[in-house]
């Protein structure tokens, strides 16, 4: 055969090879993009997420005041980016547009030592977010009971019980109007049951109590699998 016949066939094949290696790029590309690599830090305002946020990816403790928008660290051991977002009721649309979707674990902070003031717009803040088509992929849902170290904190325990009454209320009053509403309302709990974290949670979810502030990170670390 001569040479230049083998021309179009060698064309061909290098094109065929060009193109393989340019699918399995991209592919790997989009896969990367759309990997659950986000940890989102979250929680009424006053709870201590920055605090948290600061400590866990840069190993200091910021001067903090109230955030207008979300602030992206990076956790680098792990390749986690870290979202500590405001706890302003406006600005939760974006958690669901932008964040969600690329969540893979959720630090939830409460004030330990103002829980009854908190309780209501944290549990509204946990009822949305429980209720979010986007949240079944979550792997898992940390509620740390933050500032233990004031006097007049409760313990975990507690803080889930005033939870889980908080967010019965607000299952009676706002699932009928949501299902009549949003055909994509994912119902929260068991029809005629009481709220309870243990039975009615849609993802695993755990208690701590700590203080952000001085408490070593090493167990919540450890239970994050970072």
Do not use: W
Not at 74 to 94: A, I, M, W
Not at 113 to 135: C, G, H, K, M
Not at 152 to 177: G, N, W
């Amino acid at each position: 055969m001569d040479l230049s016949d083998l021309y179009p066939l060698i064309c061909t094949a290098v094109l065929g090879l060009l193109i393989a290696f340019f699918l399995f790029s991209y592919s790997k590309k989009q896969s990367t993009t759309n990997k659950r690599d986000t940890l989102l830090v979250c929680g009424p305002s006053g709870s201590g997420k920055t605090l948290l946020s600061y400590r866990l990816c840069l190993g200091k403790s910021p001067t903090t005041v109230a955030s207008m928008k979300p602030s992206v660290l990076e956790f680098s051991p792990k390749n986690y980016t870290v979202v500590d977002f405001p706890g302003h009721p406006r600005l939760r649309t974006s958690l669901y547009t932008t964040y969600l979707e690329q969540t893979r674990e959720i630090i939830f902070l409460v004030d330990a030592s103002n829980v009854q003031t908190q309780a209501r717009e944290a549990a509204e803040f946990i009822y949305d977010l429980f209720t979010s088509p986007l949240v079944d992929k979550v792997i898992k849902f940390h509620v740390v009971c933050n500032k233990n170290d004031v006097a007049s904190s409760r313990p975990p325990a507690r803080v889930k019980l005033t939870l889980q009454q908080e967010l019965e209320k607000i299952k009676k009053t706002r699932m009928s109007l949501e299902e009549a509403d949003d055909s994509s309302f994912v119902p929260l709990g068991r029809e005629g049951k009481p709220f309870s974290f243990d039975q009615d949670s849609p993802i695993e979810i755990e208690f701590y109590g700590m203080s952000a502030k001085n408490d070593s990170l090493e167990s919540i670390i450890e239970s994050l699998g970072l």
